[in-house]
């Protein structure tokens, strides 16, 4: 079918298209205006803007942690629907379906789970199998089992690292490597309760500067387009902003992504001694090319905190509201589930302040990243009301007047006159995290792309504009008009698919025997448990 999108505002950053033109379709990729050709349909894109799907680097849609909330907090789902016969709770409350089509009635149709543990691998693409329309994506952590930090305690040579985390990788049918808090889930078994980046893990005796930086050269020496992402130390606590820096220092020239920079803002001046730091961590993200980040946005109201932060997630049970938690430790990173309500008090007002200046400090788009660390800073469906607030001084004007006053006189905030484009709203969320991901197929508008197509139809009032598209397209196919589902299908899990030396094979077969008296089959995820053709993508290592 040869569809045409008539008359839009094309919004393409890669391909330099910024006007008003058409946009042509020919079954489920972008195609040049065929000359003389007629369309089997158009569609009148008059008064819109158009732009490629969005994309998630980082919001916990599956796994373990997210279905734990759910059945931590029935309250948020009483009477929702009867429990599904195959996927247990899955469907409960916010379930996967939801998920799916309400990122899809946004224009965003790439989504990336960013911490799946190897050990629920099977799990987490299950779940995610479970989600309408969208294409989605793992990141696998690694950074705190025994098998990498005894090969790093025992010098292992780096080929032999490589190896473990390509079959990490390959085994778990990941897009990438994400380390939580390098070293701190081991030191926690062992009682420790505070771990910096210099620290050393007890019976280890390796600091989590060397795990970072063993699992960053492995990363970019396989070619994973994706850098490996961390989730520093300290997340949360005052004066964390002095753990972000000095993880910004330790990039060093290779690539490094910072996970939800907003939880590292935090200063100690003032008398609360809990500050913005976000001028000083956005001026050392300029001049530190090397450095991605994503910021992990606040917004007020309830929502969940889930992480693979053990440590963190254990410190954290005080501050639950609704006073009930769950911590659970494993045999890597363990996790915890606390619920959490942000206020527009001093703490609330600060955290959402520091989001925003990062965003609005960090010069350059294509290196700052659009989360709210879904669930853990807010619900993913704030981001209209976020969009309105990078693109519109006088909302965000609007909404400093009822917050604390105390605390904006620690920001920077209201010194800020940037306002975003749609030009840096289209980097920031569409060519920007393509790239970062390695994913060419899409995240432009140009010949050869995946047709994942967002419509907006103009408004004055940017977070509805935003927030309900006109029109999108899922490779091709019309999913959403008017901000409402017409029509669901499946996406695909976008995976790596690195080959791990066969020496390195018959090493871990050996340690799993011995470890768990198993094969080592039972940890290797096999495609069709997953029982639906096509559903992989590959995704190439650079080479």
């Known amino acids: 079918m040869l569809t045409k999108i008539a008359g839009g505002d094309i919004i393409d950053p890669v391909n330099g298209r910024l006007g008003k033109g058409d946009l042509w379709i020919r079954d489920d990729k972008i195609v040049a205006a065929p000359a003389g050709g007629s369309a089997d349909r158009t569609i009148d894109a008059a008064g819109c803007i158009i732009m490629a799907g969005a994309i998630d680097i980082h919001s916990h849609i599956g796994g373990g942690n997210v279905n734990t909330a759910r059945l931590l907090l029935p309250e948020q789902h009483a009477a929702h629907q009867a429990r599904p016969a195959t996927t247990p709770l899955s469907n409960a409350g916010w379930s996967t379906f939801q998920t799916g089509c309400l990122y899809a009635k946004m224009g965003f149709t790439t989504v990336v789970e960013p911490a799946m543990s190897p050990g629920a691998a099977l799990h987490t693409h299950l779940e995610l199998a479970d989600i309408p329309i969208i294409d989605k994506a793992t990141l696998a952590i690694l950074g705190n089992d025994d098998f990498l930090l005894s090969m790093i305690r025992d010098d292992a040579s780096s080929h032999m690292i490589e190896d473990y985390v390509a ?22 078994k062992e009682n420790v309760r505070t771990f910096s980046l210099d620290d050393v893990v007890p019976s280890y005796g390796v600091s989590s500067r060397k795990i970072v930086k063993t699992l960053q050269a492995a990363v970019d020496s396989l070619g994973v387009p994706h850098p490996l992402h961390v989730h520093c130390n300290n997340l949360g606590s005052p004066g964390s902003a002095d753990t972000a820096a000095a993880t910004i220092a330790a990039a060093e020239g290779l690539p ?18 809990f500050s913005s730091a976000a001028a000083r961590l956005a001026e050392l993200v300029n001049a530190t090319p090397e450095v991605t980040i994503d910021i992990g946005q606040v917004m007020f109201g309830q929502t969940v905190t889930v992480s693979s932060d053990v440590m963190r997630q254990f410190s954290a049970r005080g501050s639950a509201q609704p006073k009930k938690s769950v911590i659970h430790d494993g045999d890597g990173n363990g996790g915890g589930i606390v619920p959490y309500r942000y206020s527009k008090d001093f703490y609330g007002t600060m955290q959402w302040a520091i989001g925003l200046e990062l965003f609005l400090l960090i010069d350059d788009p294509w290196r700052v990243f659009f989360t709210t660390d879904h669930p853990n800073g807010a619900p993913f469906t704030a981001y209209p009301a976020l969009f309105e607030l990078l693109m519109s001084r006088e909302a965000r004007t609007e909404m400093i007047a009822g917050l604390s006053p105390s605390a904006m006189a620690l920001s920077t905030l209201s010194a800020i006159d940037r306002e975003y484009t749609f030009e840096e709203i289209a980097i920031m969320t569409r060519a920007a995290p393509a790239r970062l991901l390695g994913l060419t197929d899409r995240g432009h508008l140009g010949a050869g792309a995946i047709a994942d197509i967002a419509v907006y139809r103009r408004d004055q009032n940017i977070a509805k504009m935003l927030g309900q598209a006109a029109y999108v397209f899922k490779d091709g196919d019309l999913v959403v008009q008017d901000g409402e589902i017409t029509h669901y299908r499946w996406g695909k899990a976008l995976r790596l698919n690195p080959s791990p030396d066969k020496a390195m094979l018959r090493r871990l077969e050996d340690y799993h025997q011995q470890r768990y008296g198993l094969s080592l089959d039972w940890f ?5 448990a997953v029982a639906r053709e096509q559903h992989f993508g590959e995704v190439a290592c650079r080479t």
């Open 167 to 188: 079959w990490t990788v390959a085994s778990t049918r990941a897009l990438g490597v994400k380390v939580i808090n390098a070293g701190a889930a081991a030191a926690f």
């Open 524 to 528: 290797d995820f096999p495609d069709s």
């Open 256 to 273: 490094l992504h910072l996970a939800h920079l907003q939880f590292y803002g935090y200063g100690m001046e003032g008398k609360r001694r």
